[in-house]
């Protein structure tokens, strides 16, 4: 009888413990994005940015460290990529900025997977679950680890698609086409599209193949304390959602493999976001 009230009192201290540690601690499912301070720019104008992480009340500028940024460019529509890495400043008044001539364009920015997570086994179990990680809990559950603390490594991919001046739409063909991340989102409609199409249809690419299973979430940033819609990928990788009207969005969405057993971490964790806007262009 003893040991029974004992182990429900571990059980009590375990998830007292896990709470204040998520207190304490940005939680590593966070999203991460760029802000432009608008995507219709004017062309050549210096246009900022900020790094975006967390949403609703936990919304903040990212802390991210410049030298954790390995890339940042801006990709056209005919493939040219243009390196705006020395244009970044992380924790000045902007984190950075841009100046592009007419057309349409990627934002594409990407972090080094130097980061570690490390979680009790209550909340590390629970946010895999939250995202929908399967891999990770199938690989914990096979291996008897669900009661064990939790461990990843993680990297941060995002991009952003920005509009200079009257480019017309951009291309359908385009914006579907990967960048080179390890796990991004692509869109096979044109968010900038006139008229606007009914359907905002977007795939999931992983590893340079189309991930199935992934939880795609579909979020307002103007009210960002939790996604707007939410959408397992198909078989294709595809994800559908009805097309915003207006405002700024962002798709996001998170992937994970097991690591051998003598890395430092358990797991390596990509997260990966799109995001959009219709604000006008600056005057």
Known sequence: MLSIELRRLRRIAIAIAAAALGACLPAAAHDFWLQPQTYRP???ASTALTL?????????????????IVSFEAIGADGRRTDLRERLH?????????????GCYVLALQ?????QS???????????????????LRHRLDNA????????????????????????????????????????IVLDSDPYAQPRPARLSARVIYQGRPLAGALVKLTHLQDDAAPADA????AAGRADFRMPAQGDWLLN??????????????????????SFGFADAVR
């Open 52 to 68: 975006q992480v967390g949403h609703g009340r936990d919304r903040q500028r990212s802390a991210i460290a410049l030298r954790r």
């Open 111 to 115: 972090t080094d997977a130097g980061a």
């Open 90 to 102: 992380p924790g000045a008044q902007d984190d950075g900025s841009f100046a592009l001539p007419v």
């Open 231 to 234: 959408q397992r990928s198909d």
């Open 118 to 136: 490390h979680l009790p086994a209550i909340r590390f179990n629970d946010y895999l679950r939250a995202e929908g990680l399967t891999p990770a």
């Open 42 to 44: 004017l062309p050549q």
């Open 145 to 184: 680890r669900m009661d064990a603390e939790g461990s990843e490594s993680y990297s941060r991919r995002t991009k952003a698609i920005v509009q200079v001046g009257q480019a017309g739409a951009c291309a359908r063909d385009w914006l579907a086409r990967p960048v080179g991340m390890p796990l991004e």
């Open 253 to 274: 969405v998170i992937w994970t493999r097991p690591l051998p057993a003598s890395a430092e971490t358990e797991y390596e964790t990509v997260f990966s976001s799109l």
